[in-house]
């Protein structure tokens, strides 16, 4: 039994240790890559790495759950006004990252309600797009691997989401109007990038050296979501001493491995259904 259960220690840790891209992540090429997430400022998990590829000739697409219309403690703004200012946001981060706005898409619900509304419509929507866009590598909330891995309201419930998107999204008789009335055709994803994960769970290390500014500058353009602008919103332009505050607090959050900035992922290959084990 002893040897038995050293060899299913062995056997898991080689699993976990080879589970990265054949071709390394730094050298893809041609991909067409969807990240999917919950709100406006959610892809600065994976900037350094979204700008990289968008440079090497890869098309990154952003979908986008909610507006981000209640995430600010300024009594003056409405829901309506900071849809508007977070969607500037985005629009002006993705500039810096490189990503067209055209790739930008929301779908316009209510931050922090995700996990109440109709989730068949919303899977509904999401499959539309993966039908419509075809991508080859989803990045997206980790939704656990083994057990359910914790997040807060709107990320818990956009991890699931999207993994459920892109399982119903291979089926060509699910909402198999997609197909027969819009002439789209069933696609399946097998590369996952998966963000926000247990530490213990992560296989992918990027090195983003040299786009750790450009991750900076696009992360710093959330001015309602830092420092006073959270509190008392001003408008996008603030002053110099304010912004280097950010971008300071913003380098303390990116991790380091042997001095060097990164981002880390979970990493997986295959079907959705063997996403979680």
Not at 72 to 82: A, F, N, Q, R, S
Not at 147 to 159: F, I, V
Request: proline share 4%; net charge negative; glycine share 8%.
């Amino acid at each position: 039994m002893r040897r038995f259960m050293i060899t299913l220690m062995v056997l898991a840790f080689h699993v976990a240790a080879f589970a990265q891209p054949e071709i390394p992540v730094e050298q893809w090429k041609g991909k067409t890559i969807m990240l999917i997430a919950a709100h406006p400022d959610d892809d600065v998990y994976s900037m350094g790495t979204l700008a990289m590829l968008n440079a090497n000739g890869n098309e990154i697409y952003e979908v986008i759950l909610t507006t981000g219309n209640v995430g600010t403690h300024d009594p003056k703004l409405g829901k309506m006004d900071l849809a508007r200012i977070r969607k500037q946001e985005e629009q002006d981060a993705l500039r810096t990252l490189g990503i067209p706005a055209e790739h930008y898409i929301n779908l316009g619900y209510d931050d922090g309600m995700l996990e109440y509304e109709n989730k068949k419509e919303v899977v509904e929507k999401l499959v539309r797009v993966i039908r419509e866009i075809q991508p080859d590598v989803l990045f997206a909330f980790d939704p656990g691997k083994g057990g359910q891995r914790w997040h807060k309201a709107d990320h818990r419930s956009a991890s699931y989401l999207a993994a459920d998107a892109v399982r119903a999204a291979m089926w060509p008789l699910m909402f198999q109007g997609h197909i027969t009335v819009d002439d789209l055709e069933a696609h399946e994803i097998r590369e996952f990038v998966l963000f926000d994960t247990a530490e213990e769970d992560v296989n992918m290390v990027v090195d983003i050296s040299d786009w750790e500014d450009t991750k900076v500058n696009a992360f710093s353009m959330y001015v309602s979501q830092f420092g006073s602008g959270l509190y008392d919103y001003q408008g996008p332009d603030i002053s110099t001493e304010e912004k280097e505050k950010i971008k300071g607090m913003i380098l303390t959050w990116i991790p380091r491995r042997d001095g060097k900035p990164v981002e880390v992922f979970r990493y997986h290959k295959g079907s959705v259904e063997e996403i979680g084990r």
